[in-house]
């Protein structure tokens, strides 16, 4: 049986005027008590990693790499989000999502190489 290859999602965000108008107190008791049980209850099959960009980049200050081999969990776990400050007030503006799987040529290049056989 044939391993399920993950995706890669990259979710770049732009903190808002509402979430820096916080103070950093408040941003933490929102992860701690809005996020994380959102992370929790999909952790069986999604991963998500934080990133600051801020210092890099003019328009996107933040970003989240999400590792699934379910893209349904994923978009549970979107929609978990857009139940949050995180799109309502918003906290930040989703800037771009972008996916993707490591190295997917390389098995269309086997499936090519099967199908000529």
């Given at each position: ?25 408040e ?21 998500i ?69």
């Amino acid at each position: 049986m044939k391993i399920k290859k993950p995706y890669t999602i990259l979710v770049l965000m732009n903190a808002s005027p509402q979430w820096l108008s916080l103070t950093r107190e408040e941003r933490s008791k929102f992860v701690e008590k809005e996020l994380t049980p959102i992370f929790t209850r999909v952790s069986k099959t999604v991963s998500i990693q934080l990133f600051d960009s801020e210092y890099f980049h003019a328009s996107v200050s933040d970003f989240m790499i999400v590792n699934t081999t379910s893209l349904d969990d994923y978009k549970m776990f979107i929609e978990l989000l857009r139940d949050t400050k995180v799109y309502g007030t918003p906290y930040f503006e989703i800037k771009d999502i972008i996916v993707g799987q490591e190295n997917l040529f390389e098995d269309f290049n086997e499936r090519f190489k099967k199908d000529k056989k």
